[in-house]
């Protein structure tokens, strides 16, 4: 016979153990899957958080100008046409853009966005292990009023895959192959210091000819270490600058640092000529050689370190 409930006594309530508790909680954040919302006054945004992750709106400094930009006026002009004849609603191409380091490739997209934000374009950033999200950004994308006329830019800085790496499949799928991945409001531009994106190793030539593949097909291995880069409509290849560019850039960087300070002191070197003086030169060759190369990053981290020099020393002697 069942005991009679009593209402005056206190119901009993049981508890989980706080690491049970903090284990459903971690599994429930990771199944679900926060929505992704785009404002388009937002001009650039960055996803972090990996999978679960989010868009993380960006203060973007537009310093930056396509003019400030020497030695890649071939590279630069046919990516201007690109992202031009993408925000007028044109057909345009993705971009893969590779080279030799430091060589302005970064630096593009964000001058970019400095000219052409007016117009409509929107960066999202995205790291090559977050690759997996872009179907997330593109719903977002779409998402968007219709009489929106932002235009997105999804920009992936140094991208490379190893061989075991599969998040490339889905940055396949968006450039060429998903049957919706033509869109007239995402474009891919991607960066990277090798032209193909997926390693090409020796041996698996040898292999081929020797017949030590176990595959019966093996050239179509060889063809999908190549097949992503080939969904890039649009190639630019950056080479390393001669003396005399890399010269020519150093200057241009100091002379934008001397509008700076010119109204604080006369006792700035002039740099408007068409040379260097010698001692800035001498100094910015040296710079060069100790860093391995030149590039349009060497010459401005050389401008940064000189112009920061001359004013600490400026400085010292006005005590």
């Not at 404002?39 to 396509?66: I, K, T």
């Not at 960066?191 to 030590?212: A, C, F």
Request: net charge negative.
């Amino acid at each position: 016979m069942s005991q009679p409930i009593n209402a005056s006594q206190p119901a009993t309530h049981y508890a989980l153990p706080s690491p049970l508790l903090d284990l459903l909680s971690q599994y429930l954040q990771e199944q679900v899957k926060p929505t992704v919302e785009i404002d388009p006054a937002q001009l650039a945004y960055r996803w972090v958080g990996g999978h679960n992750g989010h868009l993380e709106p960006l203060a973007v400094n537009l310093f930056l100008s396509l003019d400030d930009l020497h030695g890649i006026d071939r590279q630069k002009s046919k990516l201007v046409q690109n992202t031009r004849q993408f925000l007028k609603g044109y057909p345009a191409n993705h971009v893969l853009m590779t080279g030799t380091r430091g060589a302005g490739k970064s630096s593009l997209i964000r001058a970019l966005l400095q000219t052409y934000h007016s117009e409509g374009l929107r960066i999202i950033e995205i790291a090559r292990d977050d690759l997996q999200v872009l179907d997330k950004i593109r719903t977002a994308i779409k998402a968007l009023p219709a009489d929106s006329e932002c235009r997105y830019i999804v920009y992936c800085d140094d991208l490379a895959f190893n061989g075991q790496d599969e998040s490339y499949r889905t940055l396949k799928s968006v450039l060429d192959g998903a049957l919706d991945s033509e869109q007239d409001k995402l474009l891919v531009y991607a960066t990277s210091n090798r032209r193909h994106l997926l390693p090409q190793l020796m041996k698996d030539n040898v292999n081929i000819y020797n017949g030590q593949t176990d595959e019966v097909n093996p050239y179509e291995t060889v063809d999908e270490t190549v097949s992503l880069s080939d969904r890039f409509g649009l190639w630019l290849s950056f080479h390393p600058m001669d003396q005399q560019t890399y010269l020519q850039i150093v200057q241009h960087y100091l002379n934008l640092e001397q509008q700076k300070i010119m109204a604080k002191t006369d006792t700035i070197t002039h740099l408007e000529s068409n040379s260097l003086p010698d001692n800035i030169r001498a100094d910015a060759l040296r710079w060069a050689s100790e860093r391995g190369g030149r590039s349009g990053r060497v010459a401005y981290q050389f401008s940064r370190y000189w112009s920061g020099k001359t004013q600490l020393s400026i400085a010292d002697n006005k005590r």
